[in-house]
């Protein structure tokens, strides 16, 4: 996708300049470009600020290096029908409105999650031209780090700009409108906080640049191109062929440091459950020491250490866990989902790990695959976008920033799409078919710099299992990954689970860095040659595949360089993050992301009025396992690898948690059954299943899973007893992918697909309610099955399904 404009004109009697909201969150306000130290534009280069507070806040420069409001360091409201008459004073800036006809004027201040936090102002004007005025005092600072100003003419916003929290002061001082001049709550920023802006791009040496305001422009940033080639040849050029050996290993945690540093290892992982125990502060620990033992040695090349961070750095207790990206798939503002991945960014690095297993691109081709939930949607269009946005946030555009960690696209390739389903299976050929829907997203996620890629447990429909597919991982992946223009995959392919024996085939298929949790250090030198299961008998002691040696510790090498990890502030973990590790921010993005993902399948009106949202002081039922249980709306990857009922994590809301803190005058009562709900006039039914990975989830199908909650039996009766009472029924489905609801929805009212949320059920109560002013925006990322008969069905095919590919209701 090319990259879009950044203001877009549109015409409303005036014209708008809003941030275009394709890729970055929109909130760095200083302005400068990005040059080649010949003065070359540097397209996308990432602009942060430093202060942690704006973590949230970045920007990618634009095709010619630009970055922040606008190519000349002005502020994009100067367009015209709205523009900046005053320089910023000690007071803030001036804007005048222009109308060319009479409409109705806005002006809100929101968080940066989207929610609204006041009316300014919101009067109909007169064609004319208006003063905007900054307020005169400020109080009352708001309690997120930025807010959002956004001014609309009639419908068109045609301003929105950040300001720092502290700025924007208690709106009772607004004033009123006088005359022609409305006089509103908004200040530019003037800074009173002094911050560094760090732009940086993977591959450049960064520049920080301390700013005094948030609104500065400061011009040409020169960024040196770093010679990777030359920093890997020289840590090359000192290793042994056993050292070598070595930087391809990646022995299971907790394995100890010094095993670690005495075998010379590049890596080191963990697979479910390995942190079950652990701390955020533990697991940052462990990792540190792993670094810093590594560093004593004589090589001096740090560990990249990865968990799978399938949703948010899921493996560790009490950090935040994002909904699995099956939710994140219906989440149609791609910034927010940037927001979400940079929150398990974030967390992750927190725990020391620099690197992470995910996001899992699959395309979800047929429903009944156990692992559904990991891929985003079942159409490779839409699987582009995801991984794109997925690996921008994880990674931003610069690897060598220390809040960033490397991701892992997986599973190459066609793992979604097996026949029936299986788990591991065979992809539904042809091949070229099986081309067109399983390697675009490959080709974004490459596109915007994935660093690593990992192989699929499953088998290609011609040339077998993909740890050995030569065709794909080296004549496609390492050699021509998409169009002629892009770049090919030049970081490392890691093996899954032991899925890369016999090593010999894989490594010359062109796997770099096999996943051995059984083997450990052992893969190493262990006198393993019967077996020929060890680098040192196959690299070494046999010399089968000695380039393939060479290429893959050059490759494992160059991601390093990539992440800048010989540099002491990316090999140790920054405790400022660690801190921060399922913190109220980041549950914020994370609840964001959750109203996000809810597809609203049905809203009827009942009474005339539609049943949702419902007003706050409503009597309420709600029922189902799921609907108060923190593990179920987590599912598997929560933690431990299958996941578990209860809460395995520390922190989070239940749905009916989050509804009762948001209902005032009213009632919320949990509820064992429909029937016993009483006299409340609504009843929440929650329809989950039990959490599961992989194959786990290969035995439930479509039928309601293992969770008594389900959509079967005496559940039916009872929804349908409710709907006879009177009651209304809101449906809400929390799964690991489509289930038959045929039995259940014609007695709900409502009905609401949730997939998997996460820690953060309160985001489904803040859907819930009408004084939450929160629309539905989800949209269906999979085509609905009337039933497990229907699969593999997906938009194209011709098959009909209850609810087509990219529905959702808005209310
Ligand atoms: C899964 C991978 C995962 C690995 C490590 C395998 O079973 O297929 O997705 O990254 O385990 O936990």
Redesign the pocket.
């Known amino acids: 996708m090319m990259w879009t404009q950044r203001f877009v004109a549109v015409a409303a009697g005036v014209a708008i300049a809003c941030v275009a909201a394709e890729a970055q969150s929109g909130d760095v306000l200083t302005t400068g470009r990005a040059i080649t130290t010949t003065g070359v534009g540097i397209p996308r280069a990432t602009v942060t600020y430093m202060n942690l507070a704006k973590r949230f806040s970045w920007d990618f420069a634009d095709a010619q290096g630009y970055f922040g409001h606008s190519p000349t360091g002005v502020i994009p409201s100067v367009a015209p029908g709205i523009r900046q008459t005053t320089v910023v004073t000690a007071a803030g800036a001036m804007l005048t409105l222009s109308l060319a006809a009479s409409n109705r004027v806005s002006i809100e201040l929101f968080d940066l999650n989207g929610k609204k936090i006041a009316n300014l102002y919101d009067q109909k004007l007169e064609k004319g031209e208006y003063t905007i005025r900054p307020l005169a005092s400020l109080s009352g600072a708001r309690a997120k780090s930025m807010c959002l100003l956004k001014i609309s003419v009639g419908k068109e916003v045609v301003y929105q700009k950040a300001f720092d929290a502290q700025l924007i002061g208690n709106t009772a001082a607004a004033g009123s409108v006088v005359s022609k001049e409305p006089v509103v709550a908004m200040r530019k920023a003037v800074l009173l906080a002094v911050d560094t802006v760090r732009v940086g791009m993977t591959g450049y040496t960064p520049v920080k640049i301390p700013i005094t305001r948030y609104d500065t422009a400061i011009g040409n940033v020169t960024l040196a191109a770093i010679n990777i080639d030359s920093i890997v040849n020289a840590y090359f050029g000192r290793m042994t062929q056993l050292q070598k050996c070595g930087q391809l290993a990646m022995p299971p945690y907790p394995i100890a440091a010094g095993t670690l540093a005495s075998n010379f290892c590049g890596g080191a992982?963990?697979?479910?459950g390995?942190f079950s125990g652990y701390t955020p502060t533990t697991t940052a620990n462990l990792h540190d020491g792993y670094q810093n033992a590594l560093m004593g040695t004589t090589l001096r090349i740090p560990a990249i250490c990865a968990?799978?961070a399938?949703h948010g750095a899921s493996a560790v207790p009490s950090a935040v866990i994002m909904p699995h990206n099956m939710g994140m798939g219906a989440i149609q503002d791609t910034v927010l989902i940037q927001k979400g991945f940079r929150v398990a960014a974030l967390e992750v690095r927190g725990t020391g790990a620099n690197w992470g297993?995910?996001p899992?691109i699959a395309v979800i081709r047929d429903d009944r695959w156990g692992?559904a939930y990991?891929g985003f949607c079942e159409t490779p269009e839409r699987t582009q976008l995801m991984a794109r946005h997925a690996v921008l946030g994880i990674q931003l555009t610069d690897l060598s920033f220390p809040m960033t960690y490397a991701a892992?696209v997986?599973?190459f390739a066609g793992d979604g799409n097996t026949l029936g389903g299986a788990n591991p299976g065979t992809t539904e050929g042809p091949d070229a078919t099986a081309r067109a829907i399983n390697l675009p997203g490959y080709v974004s996620a490459v596109a915007v710099g994935a660093a690593t890629v990992?192989p699929?447990?499953s088998s290609w429909c011609v040339g077998g299992q993909m740890h050995r597919n030569k065709t794909l991982l080296t004549g496609w992946l390492k050699t021509a990954t998409g169009p002629p223009t892009t770049t090919p995959f030049m970081g490392f392919v890691v093996g899954?689970?032991e899925?890369g024996w016999p090593l010999p085939a894989s490594a010359d298929a062109g796997l770099d860095m096999p996943?051995a949790?059984g083997t450990g250090v052992g893969i190493i030198s262990t006198n393993d040659v019967a077996n020929n299961n060890n680098f040192n008998s196959i690299y070494n002691l046999g010399g089968t595949y000695p380039a393939r040696l060479d290429d893959a510790v050059r490759r494992v090498l160059r991601v390093k360089a990539w992440m800048n990890l010989f540099s002491q502030d990316q090999y140790v973990t920054n405790r400022n993050l660690t801190a921060l590790v399922g913190c109220a921010l980041h549950r914020d993005v994370a609840r964001a992301c959750v109203r996000g993902s809810l597809v609203l399948l049905k809203n009827n009106m009942v009474g005339g009025v539609p049943v949702l949202p419902m007003p706050k002081n409503s009597t309420v039922a709600v029922w189902g396992t799921g609907g108060n249980d923190v593990g179920i709306q987590c599912g598997g990857w929560c933690v431990s690898?299958q996941g578990s009922v209860g809460n395995p994590t520390s922190g989070g809301t239940t749905i009916y948690q989050g509804m009762q803190a948001l209902a005032t005058g009213g009632t919320v009562t949990f509820v064992a059954s429909p029937a016993a709900a009483g006299a409340t006039n609504y009843v929440v039914a929650v329809f989950s299943e039990n959490p599961y990975a992989?194959q786990g989830g290969l035995s439930i199908a479509l039928s309601g899973g293992p969770n008594t909650s389900g959509t079967n039996g005496a559940v039916i009766t009872q929804i349908a007893a409710a709907h006879t009472a009177g009651k209304r029924v809101i449906g809400i489905l929390m799964a690991g992918r489509p289930l038959d609801i045929s039995g259940v929805l014609a007695n709900c009212d409502a009905f609401i697909w949730a997939s998997l949320p996460g820690t953060e059920g309160r985001g489904i109560g803040e859907m819930l309610y009408s004084d939450q002013g929160y629309k539905f925006t989800g949209k269906l990322q999979v085509t609905w099955p009337n039933n497990v008969n229907d699969e593999p069905i997906n938009v194209g095919d011709g098959k009909t399904g209850l609810f087509a590919y990219g529905f959702g209701l808005t209310d």
Not at 269 to 272: H, I, L, P, S
């Open positions: 992982f963990g697979g479910g390995c968990y799978d399938v297993f995910g899992c692992r990991e892992c997986k599973h990992m699929s447990f899954d689970w899925a996943m949790p690898w992989e």
